[in-house]
């Protein structure tokens, strides 16, 4: 029995070898695979901003009740999905790259955190513009807008770790740590973000009844969200592959990869 469970262990890390995902694991191996992919998902960024912005401001048709500026809502709900997604990316590769010393994953974090940053900034700055056309102020003091606010913050200061610390190993271990604080953060600002009109911050002064989506609206939601993340997974993808140059400058594939002018 103790054998037959040893063979089957064996065969199960060999076919584990064997695997894309195994393969493409390592540093060396993802390099090329992620240049191949940015373009096919900046020519799905394009081509779905594209579609998402004319949906937006040409076939949906001004809102009764809040008038053109519901239109910042189009840029504002998928900002804060995407911010909140690439949070839980940011998190789970770095949570990954602390527990199983996988460099590949770290680095992942590294790249993603940035972008994560941009979106959550865009989600504050939209709904900032949202705030001030419908209720008068810049900023409205509730648990949605202060969540949005942290997650940001949670971005910044992974970011500022991994500036500050020169010890690789320390700063992936309390950026990992500092992601998971933050993560009672994302459950909060999923919560309190509705997916029309803001509705975390109530509905506009003078208007009663909820706000429902036509198919319209939702697909202009979706198209844009689409956009969003296609854009995010080909900046964070150039921007790995930097990080991945910068970490292995002192392997000899890498030396090819610098005379090519990569990435």
């Known amino acids: 029995m103790i054998l037959s469970d040893k063979f089957l262990a064996q065969g199960f890390l060999k076919d584990l070898e064997n695997s894309a995902w195994y393969r493409y694991s390592t540093a060396e191996e993802f390099y090329p695979l992620a240049g191949a992919i940015i373009p096919w998902l900046a020519a799905v960024a394009l081509i779905a901003c594209c579609a998402g912005l004319y949906l937006g401001f040409f076939a949906v048709s001004v809102d009764a009740r809040q008038g053109e500026v519901a239109r910042v809502l189009f ?112 459950i909060i600002d999923f919560a309190t973000v509705q997916s029309w009109s803001a509705q975390h911050q109530g509905m506009p002064p003078g208007t009663t009844g909820a706000i429902r989506l036509g198919t319209v609206e939702l697909a202009t939601l979706l198209t844009m969200s689409l956009a969003f993340m296609a854009y995010a997974g080909a900046a ?10 910068e970490s292995e400058r002192q392997s000899m594939w890498v030396a090819p990869q610098r005379g090519s002018g990569a990435p």
């Open 75 to 186: 840029i504002h709900v998928p900002a804060a999905w995407v911010a909140m997604l690439l949070y839980i990316f940011t998190a789970t590769f770095a949570v990954i790259g602390l527990a199983f010393q996988t460099r590949l994953a770290a680095m992942a974090a590294m790249a993603l955190a940035p972008t994560g940053l941009l979106f959550a900034f865009l989600d504050i700055w939209t709904g900032c513009l949202w705030d001030k056309a419908v209720w008068g102020n810049w900023w409205e003091s509730n648990l949605g807008m202060f969540s949005e606010l942290a997650l940001a913050l949670f971005y910044l200061g992974f970011i500022g770790v991994h500036t500050a610390m020169e010890d690789l190993e320390r700063a992936n271990k309390a950026g990992a740590l500092l992601l998971l604080a933050g993560a009672l953060g994302i």
């Open 236 to 245: 964070a993808l150039l921007r790995l592959r930097c990080v991945i140059l």
